[in-house]
């Protein structure tokens, strides 16, 4: 078991607050910024539809989703989450399915699976929605979600801005909040800065004013 996908499982398994680009390491980054390069190249090559998947993949790809929904053993969350990204994008339909199933855990892998294989072109309409979601957690994959889209190009960042301003505006979690304005900060949207100094005049929590 590759010990780096192991760590990228574990915040999810937790549902710790610390699944960030913000978080890690400079290696991570630099495998984040290839994905995000390929995704980028796929949206604008027209290549972010589905593959076509034989039945028998369709059944795996379940059978990883269905585990991803229930295991807790990392070896198996680990070879499953190998299994989704290693064939995306013959995966995304089933992907993007999963960010509606009942299991909060299940939207919350889909959606961490998607920001790092998808594109803004492709998978903005299916991660956006989920920022209204009751989870704390699946909100909060899909801040994440939607930083590593963004980080493709600065239309991608103009395509996702005004969803993020609006999750940002109601958005009740502490942290979440911080990651929402960490992910403006990365995607440095000049627009950004009128909404930003009046939502953090009321802001109450000192962390978030100072992140």
Known sequence: MRFSRAVRILPLMCMAPWMTLAGESPAAQEGAATKEGAAAERGATGE???PEATPED???YRSALETLRTSTQTRELVSCMRTLEDEYPA???LLVQATTSPSSRLRA???KILGENGS???DLAAVSPCLKDRAVDVRLAAVMALQRLGQAS????ARGYPAL???LAGETDVNNRKMAVKTIQRWEQREAIPFLVKLLKT???RGVRNF
């Open 48 to 50: 972010a539809a589905s």
């Open 203 to 205: 802001e109450k929590d």
């Open 165 to 167: 301003e609006a999750y």
């Open 91 to 93: 995966t995304r339909a």
């Open 120 to 122: 803004a072109e492709a």
């Open 109 to 111: 892998f889909a959606l």
């Open 154 to 157: 600065p239309e991608a960042r």
């Open 58 to 60: 369709v059944e795996r």
